[in-house]
């Protein structure tokens, strides 16, 4: 069975750091891209960041850019989402999804995702 299963969430403070971490059973990672989404309480699902299989592009949205870092150890067949400097507008849970492409749309189905909470 293909699965992506999400790591790394918890509570921190805002300015802190967190790592999540998207592990890949079931298949070969560094054939797709994979993205990062989450979806805050009462706000719909949105791209955060995504890593390609072409050369390592990656793109952020502009609400995280320069604080977020994705990047991928193939070998490990995990994808991670480096979170600095924190903000409570970043709590939310996070998801990863396999595209062939970045620039394609989002899965229809999701899994659990990780609880990442930002707050004093």
């Known amino acids: 069975q293909v699965q992506l299963v999400e790591s790394g969430g918890g509570l921190v403070q805002p300015g802190g750091s967190l790592r999540l971490s998207c592990a890949a059973s079931g298949f070969i990672m560094d054939h797709y891209a994979i993205g990062w989404f989450r979806q805050a309480p009462g706000k719909e699902r949105e791209g955060v960041s995504c890593?390609?299989?072409?050369?390592?592009?990656?793109y952020y949205a502009e609400s995280v850019k320069g604080r977020f870092t994705i990047s991928r150890d193939n070998a490990k067949n995990i994808v991670y989402l480096q979170m600095n400097s924190l903000k409570p507008e970043d709590t939310g849970v996070y998801y990863c999804a396999a595209r062939e492409w970045c620039t394609d749309p989002p899965p229809g189905s999701w899994g659990q995702g990780t609880q990442v909470t930002v707050s004093s």
């Open positions: 890593i390609s299989h072409d050369h390592g592009m990656t």
